[in-house]
């Protein structure tokens, strides 16, 4: 009688307990995560998702109108001013905020012993609330009282009505922006710190000055962080609300002396629709462009990354 002996399955391997019992530690401490994902994110869009294509007022069940509230969008006009004044804000904050983030980085870099104190200070304002930021910058921009008008009235310069002039609104919100880019001044602190310095002896030898070892040497090997600030900084500047609403929307008095529209970002005009007047399910379709734009403009910058970003160890 002939006996076949079994061969094991090439590329399978039975786990050991000890693997089968680490794989299930493993799946418990992930747990709380995976719940909280279902539970508050994807559970969440994907009703935001069904919510678009309906009619819904929070107070009837919702009625099912297909593609309606994406129509809608594409004509409102309050939609394409609010984007509008989201794509304009964005493309003022975050060239500005990695500009003057990067030159207090290289000044810190030269402070030396005192670093550590300057650092803390940078970053103490990103902990203050977003509420008491809007409060406090409605303050500071007054055009009677303001801090800052008083400041350029002091040299001879009349201050502008930044908090009721359409036309400065917008230049006041992003100067108001500017308090919190303490988070991007340490990251490209601590990129600067991981440039090799025997890169700068080289490039020294070689005859480079200042700006061609900041250009050839500085840049090159910091552009991770200032990839990675672009992308956060611009999903960040796209979903602006708090401290705009806080000075514009929240106060009474400032909403009585001012045209809103330009004020009204794209998440506080979703916001309106929601929540002032109800309208989820165009709220809903309104997020849900909100999210298609930032990933469109984040792949875009991923895929342009690929010919500006040099990441250390990689061939070129």
Known sequence: MA????????????RTPLARREARWAYLFLAPWIVGFLVFQAGPMIASAW???TEYDVLNPPRYTGLDNYRELMTDPQVARSLGNTV?????HVPLVMVISLGLALL??????????????????????????????????????????????????????????????????VLMSLWSLGSTVIIYLAALQNVPRDLYEAASIDGAGGWARFRHVTLPMISG????????NTI????????????????????????????TFYVIHLFQEAFQFLHMGFASAMAWLLFVIIMVITLVQ??????????????Q
Do not use: C, H
């Open 302 to 315: 991923v895929k342009l990354s690929n010919r500006f970003v040099y990441y250390e160890g990689e061939d």
């Open 88 to 92: 304009y804000y964005t493309a003022l």
């Open 108 to 173: 810190l870099k030269r402070v030396g012993r005192l670093q550590g104190f300057f650092r803390t200070v940078f970053y103490l304002p990103v902990m203050t609330p977003a509420v008491a930021v809007g409060i406090l910058f409605l303050l500071l921009l007054n055009t009677q009282d303001g801090l800052i008008n008083r400041g350029l009235a002091l040299v001879g310069v009349e201050g502008p009505s930044w908090t009721t002039d359409p036309s400065w609104v917008m230049p006041g919100i």
């Open 236 to 263: 960040a500047s796209l979903q602006m609300f708090t401290e705009v609403y806080t000075m514009y929307f929240g106060n009474r008095e400032t909403q009585n002396t001012f045209n809103s529209d330009a004020a």
């Open 3 to 14: 006996t076949t002996v079994s061969t094991p399955v090439p590329g399978r391997r039975r």
């Open 225 to 232: 962080a200032l990839f990675f600030t672009l992308i956060v």
């Open 51 to 53: 919510l678009s294509l």
